[in-house]
């Protein structure tokens, strides 16, 4: 296990058409997060998990936005009804459970174009 | 208001010079890490910095957390093309939950040859 995975790398959708994403983190890891990235920007928190327990997530992901981990592996990410407004740098990131140290990381991203 | 404030936000050098990017709040964070990215990737993990006052070098890269845990530097000598890319500060707050990582916005670096 080389990293965090993610799946697709890039993604063209038609607004209004429904999105998946897919991470699968560093296997040892039990957190995992998502984050949104615009250009000019830095990463936006969007949700966490601990496990299999989604423990938080931001006012930016609406209700057209749901994410899971069933099992505590991989996770989805799922958009429906797509806005061009959503037109991001999705970021998956994963960490151990070591106390003070937060060392989070990241994959390499699913860039999401909405037309 | 951003939690952590990164400035400069835009920095064009020449290769060989030196510099300095700042990564600030009033906050106080529990550990606080940097990372660098490049277009169209993820944020790479450079380094987690954990103790006030602590210092950490990575080649020609170094990294202070300041004494009350509320801001960090990032030192680059002799910059080189190699260097180029966006350089993010993220830090998790002291007393929170501890899990959720906050990030400035970044620092847009280009060394030109």
């Known amino acids: 296990d080389t990293g965090v995975s993610q799946d697709p790398r890039h993604k063209i959708t038609k607004r209004g058409q429904n999105v998946t994403f897919r991470c699968d983190p560093i296997?040892?890891?039990?957190?995992l997060y998502w984050y949104r990235q615009t250009l000019g920007q830095g990463p936006e928190f969007l949700t966490y998990f601990q496990n299999e327990a989604q423990l938080e997530k931001s006012r930016l992901l609406s209700d057209r936005f749901s994410a899971e981990r069933p099992k505590g592996s991989f996770s989805t990410l799922e958009i429906q009804r797509t806005e061009q407004g959503d037109s991001a740098m999705y970021l998956c990131a994963s960490r151990g459970d070591r106390g003070r140290g937060t060392e989070a990381f990241f994959g390499q991203g699913t860039r999401l174009t909405v037309v | 208001t951003q939690l952590l404030e990164q400035s400069p936000q835009f920095l064009s050098i020449q290769e060989g010079e030196n510099l300095t990017v700042y990564c600030n709040s009033s906050s106080v964070f529990s550990s606080l890490q940097w990372y660098r990215q490049e277009p169209g990737e993820g944020p790479v993990l450079l380094v987690t910095?954990?103790?006030?006052?602590e210092v950490k070098k990575l080649k020609r890269l170094t990294f202070q957390f300041g004494d009350a845990r509320k801001d960090s530097s990032l030192h680059i000598t002799a910059a080189q093309p190699g260097d180029t890319g966006l350089y993010l500060c993220a830090g998790a707050v002291s007393g929170g939950s501890n899990y959720k990582l906050t990030f400035g916005k970044g620092t847009l670096l280009t060394v030109n040859p």
């Open positions: 910095v954990v103790t006030g006052g």
């Open positions: 296997s040892e890891h039990n957190r």
